[in-house]
């Protein structure tokens, strides 16, 4: 039979070999691929840029903020001006001699309301939803960081070393769980923290944020908790980990440097969730009157104003009854747009980090 005569050139075994690519760099491309990953996360850019952004440009090319009041901006019931509206701003109001409101003078400097006023005070609805959005949005992320930050020690304790310390946690965590959460925050809000509302830091991070946020991240650090301990309970028996054992590492060494990297996937997906939910749960806690303080900006004291809360039901009467749904809409759309583009961004990480799993 011929032979066969295979001729390799010298070109070919020294062609260099394309590095391989790092899983991130994989992770990040799925990620962009997606096009819905890339549209939520356009569209929370955008909310983000509105929230921390959007108050101080508006400010500053209408001549307000997000404080001022403007007499002006109601009419004698009360109710406040419609979108697109121009309004004196004037401070003193003048009565006639029937207590009737006498109109501005001619010639009064006027101010534009893109959404008109939030109500009887006459602030600029539109730079409110914006400043209220930063609030909203700095609640959901500090309670992440705060959950974060007692869930993954506990969690990596408990599922590393199991036995007593298990028991312990997740015992802990089991009656944590047992109780309605809402309820646990509103007695927290109430009871134990009434002298907390009024800390802040000046505009940046309004009065009553950091309160709510402590208490949000608190009460719902099981979550996290027992993923962590889930993924630390099958990873502690890995090769690697036997590996890191046999040369002498100790516990902590092992979960700092081997087990931690494994969880940041994990944590990243349930954070952009956990986000959507925190400012979920600040909005409910607002609308029931026990959230941040009413005179903050954020999304939930926005829909209260309208609404009114279970202590106060008066609350929305001054806004009008043919104003109120307007007033409604424009902190709703802003929640709504936030919330799913966040859950539609954890979905989309997933799917990133973990190709093999579709459903």
């Known amino acids: 039979m011929p032979s066969i005569v295979i001729a390799v050139t010298a070109v070919e075994l020294d062609a260099p070999r394309a590095a391989p690519r790092a899983a991130w760099r994989l992770t990040l491309g799925r990620f962009l691929s997606d096009r819905a990953a890339v549209a939520s996360l356009v569209a929370f850019g955008l909310v983000l840029f509105a929230s921390f952004a959007g108050g101080p440009i508006v400010s500053a090319l209408v001549g307000h903020n997000g404080f001022q009041q403007f007499p002006y901006a109601t009419n004698a019931t009360l109710d406040p001006v419609g979108l697109w509206s121009h309004v004196p701003t004037t401070q003193q109001v003048r009565l006639d001699e029937y207590?009737?409101?006498?109109?501005?003078?001619?010639?009064a400097p006027r101010t534009l309301m893109v959404l008109g006023a939030d109500g009887a005070l006459g602030r600029d609805e539109f730079?409110?939803?914006?400043?209220?959005?930063?609030?909203?949005?700095?609640?959901?992320?500090?309670?992440?960081?705060?959950s974060a930050l007692i869930a993954v020690p506990l969690g990596c304790l408990s599922g590393f070393y199991g036995g007593k310390v298990d028991a312990v946690i997740s015992r802990l965590t089991e009656w944590v769980m047992a109780f309605p959460l809402i309820f646990f925050l509103v007695f927290a809000?109430?009871?134990?923290?009434?002298?907390?509302?009024?800390?802040?830091?000046?505009?940046?991070?309004?009065?009553?944020?950091?309160?709510?946020?402590?208490?949000?991240?608190?009460?719902?650090?099981?979550?996290?908790?027992?993923?962590?301990?889930?993924?630390?309970?099958?990873?502690?028996?890995?090769?690697?980990?036997?590996?890191?054992?046999?040369?002498?590492?100790?516990?902590?060494?092992?979960?700092?440097?081997?087990?931690?990297?494994?969880?940041?996937?994990?944590?990243?997906?349930?954070?952009?969730?956990?986000?959507?939910?925190?400012?979920?749960?600040?909005?409910?806690?607002?609308?029931?009157?026990?959230?941040?303080?009413?005179?903050?900006?954020?999304?939930?004291?926005?829909?209260?104003?309208?609404?009114?809360?279970?202590?106060?039901?008066?609350?929305?009467?001054?806004?009008?009854?043919?104003?109120?749904?307007?007033?409604?809409?424009?902190?709703?759309?802003?929640?709504?747009?936030?919330?799913?583009?966040?859950?539609?961004?954890?979905?989309?990480?997933?799917?990133?980090?973990?190709?093999?799993?579709r459903a």
């Open 127 to 146: 730079i409110r939803v914006l400043d209220g959005g930063k609030a909203s949005i700095e609640v959901g992320v500090f309670a992440v960081l705060i």
């Open 189 to 357: 809000t109430v009871h134990l923290t009434p002298t907390l509302r009024p800390i802040g830091w000046g505009h940046e991070i309004p009065a009553g944020v950091p309160m709510v946020a402590l208490l949000i991240g608190v009460f719902t650090s099981f979550y996290p908790l027992r993923l962590v301990r889930a993924q630390l309970l099958t990873l502690r028996n890995a090769e690697f980990v036997d590996s890191s054992r046999m040369v002498g590492a100790s516990g902590l060494r092992i979960i700092r440097k081997d087990l931690l990297p494994h969880l940041v996937p994990t944590l990243l997906v349930w954070g952009a969730v956990a986000v959507a939910t925190d400012m979920l749960l600040e909005v409910g806690l607002s609308v029931i009157g026990v959230g941040v303080q009413s005179s903050t900006a954020t999304w939930g004291t926005l829909l209260a104003q309208t609404t009114g809360t279970i202590y106060d039901a008066s609350l929305s009467g001054s806004a009008g009854e043919h104003h109120t749904t307007w007033h409604t809409v424009w902190p709703t759309i802003a929640i709504l747009v936030s919330v799913v583009s966040l859950n539609q961004l954890s979905e989309s990480l997933r799917r990133a980090i973990e190709p093999w799993r």
């Open 99 to 107: 207590s009737n409101v006498v109109p501005p003078p001619k010639g």
